[in-house]
């Protein structure tokens, strides 16, 4: 009978196996074999290879493989020395990737170096391999580059808070960073930041008043969260331009080209802010007027700080323009921490509620929280005007921040704009909280045709106002008493803010264009003073 060709396979199978376990083969298990590493560079030296000019940068990527012949290989272990000689004794660090980018060390003070690197394979049993991977890398140390942020700028002219940003990099690798090295107006002698610090704040002490030309210490705050560091850089001049120089510097204490910035500085004298926002050729006039009311007001001889924010100017009633180069490129922190600086601020504009962009007080708004949190107050005088974009009545900061509930709305058959004619009443509203002396009745003493009157009539507004304007049709052919809303001067429930809407004198040649009932030309002047007594503006 013939078998299977299967059955044949088996049965020899079987009888190999009675043979074997017959024949008892014994012997010694081979001892377990080191394995072997290759580095991709197969050089024992590169010094040979390059001059001295081609030196490696200090960070260099180096790959490397391993195999071992009775297993596998789990993992590698590397060092390096910086600087030929011995390489024992130094610690094997482990790893299990095949390649890795090393900042290989360069000695402080030295500009090259020859590294000796060396990678070795550990296999499943432990075992390393006794001949290391080796070779030579020249390298070299770049110097770091630092350049400053253009939208990080302080303006032309900063009171005693400064904001600034820079970029610094390494071609070795940023981790090659040691410091960044600031000075004011001294291009030899520098103070040392964190090297991962790209932005920071000098804030200086307040002042006394005619200080210029003196010499004081700016207070170092790291980053846009305004991290205080306890590092002071000396030497920044009171009232005069000064130059920030900058550098940095790696680990091997080379420095990158210094960069230098200069802007004017004047010093923080008091706890009363001017802000002089009316931006036209004639804002002298208007800030003379109420820098002089403001000193009526004020007690003898108190100081008042002058921001000057006009630049550039406007031609007209209304236009795009762009907000003003005095002020910082970002609010926080630098503005944030400016208005904190002070207790009163009275705040002079041209425009705030008819754009966003271009106006300086919707920029400036988001950031005055916390000068309110502080127990700050501030007086506004801005005409108020219908933004030229709609979407922007609920969006604009600064028609949030003033004390009024909404802007007036027009019927189709109207012009979008009102008169203040001469002999208008200007009528007292609610009596103000805090103030025995009543209001006094106002009248127009010209024609006003550049702002609006508004809504105020919720429990967080207080009406102290109201004027008589006329209407226009949109024919233009017939006009008559606006029977809307007519508020034109109030303040929040709170008496944080306190908003005043017509301008009170001819900003071409200063004749008072508000005067009392009576014609007397100091009366208007007399309300606005009564509202700074009621927002606690100090007597």
């Given at each position: 009978m013939l078998l299977k060709p299967n059955l044949i396979i088996l049965l020899v199978l079987l009888v190999l196996l009675a043979v074997a376990c017959d024949s008892g083969i014994s012997g010694e298990a081979f001892d377990n074999r080191p394995p072997d590493t290759q580095l991709s560079v197969r050089d024992d030296s590169l010094l040979d290879n390059l001059s001295e000019d081609d030196r490696l940068v200090s960070t260099v990527r180096i790959t490397w493989t391993g195999d071992d012949p009775d297993g596998f290989v789990k993992g590698y272990e590397v060092r390096f020395l910086d600087q030929m000689g011995d390489i024992e004794g130094v610690a094997w660090s482990f790893t299990e990737t095949t390649d890795s980018l090393f900042l290989l060390p360069i000695r402080?003070?030295?500009?090259?170096?020859?590294?000796?690197?060396?990678?070795?394979?550990?296999?499943?049993?432990?075992?390393?391999?006794?001949?290391?991977a080796r070779t030579i890398y020249p390298i070299q140390n770049s110097?770091?580059?630092?350049?400053?942020?253009?939208?990080?700028?302080?303006?032309?002219?900063?009171?005693?808070?400064?904001?600034?940003?820079?970029?610094?990099?390494?071609?070795?690798?940023?981790?090659?960073?040691?410091?960044?090295?600031?000075?004011?107006?001294?291009?030899?002698?520098?103070?040392?930041?964190?090297?991962?610090?790209?932005?920071?704040?000098?804030?200086?002490?307040?002042t006394n008043p005619g200080a210029s030309g003196e010499i004081v210490d700016a207070e170092v705050f790291l980053g846009r969260g305004f991290e205080q560091t306890g590092i002071s850089v000396p030497g920044v001049r009171i009232g005069e331009m000064n130059t920030l120089y900058v550098?940095?510097?790696?680990?091997?204490?080379?420095?990158?080209?210094?960069?230098?910035?200069?802007?004017?500085?004047?010093?923080?004298?008091s706890n009363v802010l001017y802000v002089n926002d009316f931006r036209r050729a004639t804002h002298p006039v208007v800030s003379t007027f109420h820098l002089n009311l403001l000193n009526e007001y004020l007690p003898a001889g108190t100081p008042i700080d002058i921001w000057d924010i006009t630049t550039p100017y406007t031609t007209g009633s209304s236009g795009n323009f762009?907000?003003?180069?005095?002020?910082?490129?970002?609010?926080?922190?630098?503005?944030?921490?400016?208005?904190?600086?002070y207790d009163y601020i009275y705040w002079v504009a041209s425009a705030t509620t008819d754009q966003i962009v271009g106006n300086n007080l919707p920029f400036a708004a988001p950031v005055l929280e916390p000068f309110f949190e502080n127990g700050g107050k501030m007086m506004v005088h801005s005409p108020i005007q219908l933004p030229v974009d709609p979407d922007e009545i609920a969006t604009n900061a600064a028609t949030l921040l003033l004390p009024l509930n909404s802007l007036t709305q027009f019927p189709d058959s109207l012009r979008q704009t009102l008169r203040l004619l001469g002999n208008a009443p200007v009528s007292a509203r609610d009596p103000l909280p805090g103030v025995a002396t009543a209001l006094p009745a106002l009248k127009m003493n010209g024609f006003v045709i550049n702002t609006l009157p508004y809504v105020a009539t919720s429990s967080a507004t207080i009406p102290l106002y109201d004027a008589q304007f006329q209407y226009v049709t949109r024919v233009g052919n017939r006009r008559g008493i606006w029977s809307g809303s007519s508020t034109i001067?109030?303040?929040?429930?709170?008496?944080?803010?306190?908003?005043?809407?017509?301008?009170?004198?001819?900003?071409?040649?200063?004749?008072?264009?508000?005067?009392?009932?009576?014609?007397?030309?100091?009366?208007?002047r007399d309300a606005v003073k009564l509202m700074l007594e009621s927002l606690g503006f100090p007597k």
């Open positions: 402080q003070g030295d500009r090259i170096s020859d590294v000796v690197f060396e990678v070795r394979a550990v296999d499943d049993d432990g075992l390393a391999d006794p001949t290391p110097p770091p580059d630092i350049r400053l942020s253009p939208f990080d700028l302080p303006p032309d002219t900063t009171f005693n808070v400064m904001s600034i940003g820079w970029v610094a990099e390494d071609p070795d690798g940023n981790a090659n960073l040691e410091r960044i090295d600031v000075s004011f107006n001294d291009s030899l002698n520098f103070v040392a930041l964190p090297p991962e610090i790209s932005f920071a704040t000098f804030v200086l002490p307040q550098r940095a510097a790696d680990q091997t204490d080379t420095t990158s080209v210094r960069i230098e910035y200069s802007w004017f500085v004047k010093g923080k004298t762009p907000r003003s180069g005095l002020l910082p490129p970002t609010a926080q922190p630098a503005l944030d921490r400016f208005f904190r600086g001067a109030s303040m929040s429930d709170d008496r944080r803010v306190g908003l005043f809407t017509i301008p009170l004198i001819n900003e071409a040649n200063g004749t008072p264009l508000v005067i009392g009932e009576d014609g007397n030309p100091q009366t208007a």
